[in-house]
């Protein structure tokens, strides 16, 4: 098996996605096993000002939004099971994309940001699929592996596992804005996990190399 970062081939991808992947499960099941829920953005595990160790359970997608949040007509159980069909079916063709590139000789960083693309929204499939099935709850308890009466939600209908949280500054808008007036706001608040990571460096990648990467596949094609 020929291992080169410099130009990734099936191999080499395939060792990338599983490390990534087990070092975001690692992390995960080191929070589940060893800590109890935190509220969000407070009760840290690790609190050093700029950067927390938390444990939230994020049910639905980015920055916690739910898709009955936009479809208000559908309850949070199919909410959830159409958010899950929907993230396997994209990592269908993201696991696709990545193989078709790599067989066609494309760019080796677009070949790096479909690794790290597939390999983040995986470990977060994992979660969704499978965590339900063989966790117990986290709430004011420290969840079990495998416990005897059974998980604390059927297939499909996991939570994401987060931990991670940088609050690089807060501060109070001014009294005069509308509703959001004297309320106080950190920046960067949100709390994510390895998986998130990958995905956004993978994204950033794109986005800011896309010339050179689009150039590179126009030139093969």
């Not at 808008?173 to 608040?189: A, L």
Request: hydrophobic content about 50%; aromatic content about 18%.
């Amino acid at each position: 098996m020929k291992f080169n970062l410099s130009n990734i081939n099936l191999s080499t991808a395939f060792v990338i996605i599983l490390t990534l992947i087990l070092i975001d499960q690692a992390s995960k099941f080191y929070i589940k096993l060893n800590f109890e829920l935190s509220s969000y953005g407070s009760n840290a595990i690790v609190d050093w000002g700029f950067y927390k160790l938390l444990f939230v359970e994020n049910k639905g997608m980015a920055m916690g939004a739910k898709l009955n949040d936009f479809l208000p007509f559908i309850n949070d159980k199919t909410a959830k099971l159409g958010l899950t069909i929907f993230r396997l079916f994209a990592i269908i063709g993201i696991g696709y994309w990545l193989w078709n590139n790599i067989k066609n000789g494309s760019s080796n960083l677009f070949r790096w940001a479909l690794c790290l693309i597939f390999a983040g929204a995986l470990g977060n499939i994992i979660d969704s699929v499978f965590y339900g099935l063989i966790f117990s709850h986290s709430y004011g308890q420290i969840a079990t592996l495998f416990p005897e009466g059974g998980g604390y939600a059927p297939i499909f209908q996991g939570h994401v596992v987060d931990m991670l949280q940088f609050p690089l500054v807060s501060w109070n808008w001014p009294e005069w804005m509308p509703s959001i007036g004297g309320s106080r706001y950190t920046f960067f608040q949100y709390v994510f996990n390895v998986a998130d990571t990958s995905i956004s460096t993978g994204v950033g990648i794109l986005l800011v190399f896309n010339k050179r990467i689009f150039n590179h596949s126009e030139e093969n094609s």
